[in-house]
């Protein structure tokens, strides 16, 4: 990743491809704790850090599911030190794992959210939301090109409407449950899958060339994601070599079965 001045960034808890060469949970999740031992200590004093920003699942990199004692402790981290939190829930928000907030997942409250996409149902609109002792109490100066959008309002207002009665809530997190079953059952029959992973409907297949080497298959993986396009299935890109299986909230099985079999056609076709 680029530098930019004043960021440092430091790996994600990326277990199965674990860049300590470690394993969890004999690691003692060192991917957090190294923050304290190494980067607070050697790198960049704490009182030079303003806060600590990160996905609570990340996404571009790959739809990574981080242990649940990784976010416990870097929270206990940056709580020790004064050190703000910041929760990326970009994509990860709004239902997307069965909850409101992914984040909730871990039972972890950060001091800050961003959210965007899901907040108006793919309307114009983000938000940075912060817990009130930090608000400045001062308007800001800066303007911005979509401010005062009522049809983009609207969008929002219904889309926190409908989660309210968690409806959509209860789906995403058992048709998550069922999504992740086939995946995994696809796992077990095919060599060129080396994890899945996800919570609700927010879901990776990572592509290999075999479960032994787990060494990445690019090439692989587009083929699958090019050959499910030409039959109607749309999945996306994440990591080097992952597919993000990300159906809409309102998902049923029966959509799901369908999906997963177009998926598997083109396993069955890439495995020849």
């Not at 277990?15 to 999740?29: A, H, N, T």
């Not at 806060?51 to 981290?77: N, S």
């Not at 938000?127 to 969008?155: M, R, S, W």
Request: one cysteine or more; charged letters at 25%; a negative charge.
């Amino acid at each position: 990743m680029p530098e930019m001045p004043g960021v440092t960034h430091i790996p994600y808890a990326y277990c199965y491809r674990c860049p300590y060469k470690m394993e969890y949970p004999s690691c003692d999740v060192y991917c957090a704790k190294i923050i304290e031992e190494q980067y607070l200590d050697h790198v960049i004093p704490p009182e030079e850090v303003a806060a600590v920003f990160l996905e609570p699942i990340q996404g571009e990199g790959g739809y990574i599911v981080p242990p649940k004692q990784w976010h416990k402790e870097i929270r206990k981290i940056t709580e020790k030190y004064g050190i703000l939190e910041v929760a990326d829930e970009i994509q990860s928000g709004f239902g997307r794992t069965g909850k409101w907030w992914a984040i909730e997942q871990f039972d972890v409250v950060p001091d800050v959210m961003c959210m965007a996409k899901g907040i108006a149902s793919g309307m114009p609109m983000s938000a940075c939301v912060f817990n009130e002792k930090y608000d400045i109490k001062q308007p800001g100066a800066h303007a911005t090109t979509f401010a005062g959008n009522l049809v983009t309002t609207a969008a929002a207002l219904a889309t926190i409407k409908m989660f309210e009665d968690e409806k959509v809530l209860a789906n995403a997190t058992k048709q998550g449950a069922y999504l992740l079953k086939r995946e995994n059952e696809m796992k077990e029959k095919y060599e060129c899958i080396g994890d899945v992973r996800g919570i609700g409907l927010m879901t990776a297949v990572e592509i290999v060339k075999d479960k032994k080497s787990k060494a990445i298959d690019m090439d692989t993986r587009n083929k699958i994601v090019m050959g499910c396009m030409k039959k109607g299935l749309l999945t996306l890109f994440c990591g080097v070599s992952s597919i993000r299986v990300i159906p809409a909230l309102t998902v049923n099985q029966a959509q799901i079965d369908t999906a997963c079999e177009i998926i598997e056609s083109e396993l069955k076709a890439v495995s020849k």
